[in-house]
Structure formats: C-alpha cells, structure tokens
C-alpha cells in the first residue's frame, strides 16, 4: 500500500498532539453551543421541561428564603429572654422592694426592675384602656412585679428554667413567668420548618434528576439510529455522550435561573404586604431578597443535577445502543 | 490485511452463520463476496468491522486479533476501515457536507482540514456541487455516493461494502463498482458483498464465494 502511506502520514501530521488537544476542545465548545442550538430548536417542549425544574426547585428555596426571613425578625428576640415575677397579693411594695434587692444580688441575674403595685396599677389603665373601669375598685387588684433579665451566660433556654424555677420556690412569689416561651415555641416549629425544607428539597431535586434523567432518555432512544450510525464510524462513547450531558448541562442551568427568577419574582409581590404588616407592628422590616450567593448556589446545584441527570441516563442506556 | 484462520460463528440459539473460514486478504486487493442470501456474507462483514466476535477461530485485521480487541479500542479500529451500506445509513438532519465530515470530525481533525478533505472525497464520488444539500433530497445513486463520500473521507486502507449496489439499477450498479475500482487503484484495500454476479464476472476481481456459511470457492479473476 504505498500509494496508502503518504496519506497515512498526512493524517499522523494532523493528530499530533497539541493540534489534537485544540481539535478535543474545539469538539467541546462546539457541542457545548449546538446542544443550546438544539434546546432553542424545539422551544415549547425544552420550555416545558425547564420549567418543570425551575418550579421544582423555586419551591423548596422560596420557603428556604420565607425562613431565613422568618429567623432575621425574631433573631432580635433571642437575648431578650425576661422573667416576670409576680408577688403574692400580701406582699407591699417596700417588700417587694427588698425582695429585689435580695434577688438582684444573685450570679443568674443581669438587671432587675421592680414595678409597684401603684406603677403596675397606672401602667395598667394606660396600656388597658379599662382606666376609668379601674377607678371604680375600692383595692388595687395588681400585684408587684419583679421583671429580671438574666445575665448572657444564664440565658440558654435550660439555664432560664433552672433559674425560674428556683424564683418560683421563693415564698413571696405567686407566679414566675418566662416571657420568651413562645419564641422557644417558635424555634421549635421552625426547626421542623427547616427539616421540612430540607426533605421537600431532596425529593424535588431527586424529581429534578428524574425529569432530566427521562428527557434525556428520550432524546437518545429518538436519536438511536444516529448513534448507531456514529458508532460504525468509529465514534467513541465519549464522543455520542457529550452532546447529551451538555443539553442536561443547559436543562440544569437554564431550569435553575428560572427558579432564580421564580423566587425573585414571588418576593416582590410579597414584599409590598410585608412591609405594610412589619409597619402594623411598628417594625421597618422588609423581606430581604434571594442573595447573590444563595442564587449562585442554586444555579450551580441545578447545573449540578442536569449532570447527574443526563450522565445517569446515558450511562444506563447508550451502551444498549450498539450495531447490529 | 485480513486474514481469517478456521472461523467459525455461532449465534445464539444454535445458527452455524460461518463455519470453518480460512482466507486471506493481501493489502490493496480487490475482491467480491459472493453467495446466496443467508449464505454469511454479512456475518463476515461485521467480524471484521467488529460489529460480530467470533465464536472460535482466528480473524487478523492488520495482524490485530479481532477477538481480543477491547470495548474501548474498538472505535479507533473502525475508524480504519471504511463501511458502505446497502440502506447508505445517511443523516437527514444535516448537509451532505456535514454526513461526510462526521468522520473527520469524530477523529478530531481541525476545521479547514475537515474542509478541505471533504470537498475532496466529494469531489471524487461527483457530488461537489451538492454539498449543501440535505441528502434526502438526492436520487438513490447520489445518496449511495454520498455513502462512499463519508467512507473514504478520512482514508482508511479497507473499504467494506454490503450489497452497495442492491437498490441501483445496473448502470448506477456499474457506476458506484468503477468507483470503487479507483480507490482500489491508489491502494485501498476493497471488499464488496454483492449478489449482481454478472457485474461481478464483467468486472473480474477475486471472488470468495460462500454458501451456507463455508467458502466453497476462491475464484481467481479470470484474465
């Protein structure tokens, strides 16, 4: 075959190896645009599947942002644990007053204020709005409070109890009241909110991967004759697989910028009814947005999921496709 | 080129497809391979184009024992050889151009390469002027052209053809088998399934003749 060789070696001059690393990422950026290209070709079905993934994915993160939200407002509350004690109706105010003395002294406590009988007695008519009902009792009904912040290092939530319930013992006291239960309550639910985010969002993203995983499936049992063919031309499977987990490439990315835009989208319609509610309160709180980091994040594991999506269903089904 | 020693394939469920195969192949020949339908003309194609393994026996391609050829070699080894289907086994969702780049393109050559080869092989099967064209849109022996177009685009030194010519009628038949006579003559080794003996006589290559899964007979061209 000397006619042959000269040829031969003209494609030697071809595949050395720097022009065949060129040639290798050249295939890429190229497969990299025409799977976009193909994606862009079919715009309603590929619009439908990158929809499915963005809402799939909006969901979990949307309430992921709810709870972030949720924790900024009553971030403020944690510290602010308080304890109110309420005397016996027996004990005057000056006893009341050496009482405080007496507790203010204790390790646990970082500041206490004593409100009368008479303080508690006009707070009550102003805040109550029974002001001139109350003038009418021949006895002040109220008790003396005792309000105690405890000091930082007492005011873990088992600590606080400990502490209450020693408060509680002392004779003069009728009832000790932990203000902050609710907010532990609230802490409580919001963990499970939290746990329950984390479940949504594991199985929406195993949706995620199955929807990618099927429509890739689909794509390449439509394109099974092309592979058939590119194979009997000495196509590796590299080669077949590329352009499959580059559209799950795109599926991913595109589905996730959707989500992004889902959520920023469902903010700013809440966040004008936030604003009016956190004004109600007298609060300046507004819903704060996604982030650039959480987006980036998200994107990044959609991109993620596209992979793992197509790379599973290739894998799974490419190697049935062989000539026959 | 190709050499088979005491082959024998056996398909599942019992079909003795070859039986006992010896010949061999010299580089730059031209042969035909002959027989009835069913007779393992086919069966002998995909041994060497790796599609088929042999179930006992030897089969040498270019002293590479195809029997021992693993998954991952395979595609490097098929880009040697050059396949013609009868059915052409072309894409109708792109140019003639981009059918017969594919090749060139799976091996990794650079675009102006890939340019420049393949208006050259296009330009030898005569279907320059229709690069551009979807191949759908071509006759049967166009289509059939554009075939070998893709077969011969990254040179291999084998060509294969199963029943090139199946569809064609005998002046078409007679155009594609001179076109494979000219590859043949710059050195490419060609081997051609077909059942159009009359062709066959008038052109006068080898002929392995197989029936019934054993080569009965090495014709040697008649001169």
């Known amino acids: ?324 | 080129m190709i050499s088979f020693q005491n082959l024998f394939k056996r398909y599942p469920g019992g079909h003795e497809a070859l039986n006992n195969i010896c010949f061999d192949m010299d580089d730059g020949e031209m042969a035909f391979l002959t027989g009835h339908s069913g007779a393992g003309k086919s069966t002998l194609l995909k041994i060497i184009s790796l599609i088929e393994k042999p179930t006992r026996g030897q089969a040498l391609l270019n002293n590479v024992n195809l029997s021992r050829v693993s998954r991952r070699r395979i595609p490097h080894l098929r880009r040697q050889i050059g396949i013609i289907f009868q059915d052409h086994q072309l894409l109708f969702d792109r140019t003639v151009f981009d059918n017969v780049a594919l090749p060139l393109v799976i091996a990794g050559y650079r675009h102006q390469e890939i340019g420049r080869r393949v208006r050259a092989a296009l330009d030898k099967v005569g279907l320059l002027n229709k690069e551009k064209q979807n191949p759908i849109t071509l006759s049967g022996g166009e289509q059939q052209r554009v075939g070998i177009a893709r077969a011969v685009v990254n040179k291999p030194p084998l060509l294969l053809a199963d029943e090139p010519t199946g569809n064609l009628d005998p002046e078409l038949s007679q155009e594609i088998m001179s076109l494979f006579e000219t590859f043949n003559q710059v050195g490419v080794t060609v081997l051609i399934a077909s059942h159009d003996l009359e062709l066959i006589k008038r052109m006068g290559h080898r002929q392995l003749i197989l029936s019934q899964g054993q080569l009965l007979d090495q014709q040697e061209p008649l001169l």
């Not at chain 1, 646990?108 to 303080?119: A, C, F, T, W």
């Not at chain 1, 009902?133 to 088992?158: F, K, Q, R, Y």
């Not at chain 1, 499959?244 to 835009?261: E, K, M, P, S």
């Open chain 1, 1 to 324: 075959m000397s006619g042959h060789s000269s040829n031969q070696r003209g494609a030697a001059d071809n595949s050395q190896p720097s022009s065949r690393f060129t040639a290798y990422l050249l295939n890429h950026a190229q497969v990299f645009i025409s799977s976009l290209g193909k994606l862009y070709r079919a715009p309603v079905s590929n619009l439908m599947t990158v929809a499915v993934i963005g809402i799939a994915l909006a969901f979990p993160m949307g309430l992921y942002v709810l709870l972030q939200n949720m924790q900024d407002v009553s971030g403020g509350w944690n510290g602010a644990s308080q304890i109110s004690l309420f005397t016996k109706l027996n004990v005057s105010d000056d006893k009341a007053a050496e009482l405080g003395q007496k507790i203010r002294l204790m390790p646990e406590i970082e500041s206490l204020h004593v409100l009368s009988r008479n303080e508690a007695m006009s707070e009550f008519q102003a805040l109550s709005g029974f002001g001139q009902a109350l003038e009418v009792l021949e006895e002040n009904p109220l008790p003396a409070v005792l309000i105690i912040h405890p000091s930082s290092n007492h005011s873990a939530p088992d600590k606080v109890a400990v502490l209450v319930e020693k408060l509680r013992a002392m004779p003069e006291i009728d009832l000790a009241q932990l203000d902050l239960q609710w907010v532990e309550r609230l802490y409580a639910m919001m963990e499970i909110g939290q746990r329950g985010i984390y479940v949504i969002a594991a199985l929406l993203s195993l949706a995620v991967l199955l929807t990618i995983g099927n429509t890739i499936r689909l794509d390449i049992q439509s394109r099974r004759d092309e592979i058939v063919i590119v194979k009997l031309i000495g196509a590796t499977n590299a080669f077949i697989r590329r352009p499959f987990l580059y559209t799950g490439f795109w599926y991913g990315l595109l589905g996730g910028i959707v989500a992004w835009i889902m959520i920023e989208v469902s903010l700013g319609l809440l966040s004008g009814p936030v604003q009016r509610l956190a004004g109600l309160y007298g609060s300046d709180f507004s819903l704060s947005s996604l982030g650039i980091t959480n987006a980036l994040l998200l994107t990044c594991c959609s991109m993620v999921l596209g992979l793992i999506g197509s790379w599973i269903a290739v894998g799974r089904h490419l190697h049935e496709i062989e000539p026959t």
